[in-house]
């Protein structure tokens, strides 16, 4: 068997497994099987995975990476207005979503519910909460300065762009129209946030 190393390695076990879940749920799988289908011992997944909840966190985390990273976040621009701000940003969210694909999210955020208590959340997704709160303070800093009137508003309630499009892609797993992204906009942000 050859030995493969780091990236390379991660790369075979982590699509190993997702061929895997397609045949088989995800609570169902077992080291066994991924080390066999990887074409590695399990001895390899012990090492690094106390436990399938582990490897598939790892997985999830690797596969939405861009998501939790947030470097999209470099994109947005200030549009104007709060409206075009909030519609630009649930659209460069959306597609991430898409380029991600629904199924890696609403996995993930399954395997996350499989820890209640946060205890084995990965410092990726907690720094990427913060993130997502500062991209939304600073768009909130800039309609303010523009003469919008602005609520004073929770660090709750600053996550409810990103849970928006969440709970949206986890209900309507097809693609979310750009029609939908504005009501979204019209309907929940605005009365929300202004």
Known sequence: MERRRGDELLESLFDATFQLMKETPHTNLTFQQIAEAAKTSRTVLY????????????IYTY????????????????????RGDFIQLLT?????????????????????????????ETALHTASLEKHQQAIAHIL?????????IKKLSKVTLMLPFDLIRMENMARQANISK??????V???????FS
């Open 63 to 82: 596969k939405a990476r861009k998501l939790f990273e947030g470097e999209y976040f470099d994109e947005l621009k200030d549009t104007g207005s709060l």
């Open 92 to 120: 460069v969210y959306q597609g991430v979503y898409d380029e991600i694909g629904a199924d890696v999210m609403n996995n993930y955020f399954y395997i996350r519910m499989q820890d209640p208590d946060h205890s084995r």
């Open 47 to 58: 090492r690094r995975w106390p436990t399938t909840f582990d490897l598939l966190q790892d």
């Open 186 to 192: 019209d309907e929940v942000l605005l009365p929300v």
């Open 179 to 184: 029609k939908r992204l504005i009501a979204m």
């Open 141 to 149: 800093k800039n309609a303010k300065a523009r003469g919008e009137k």
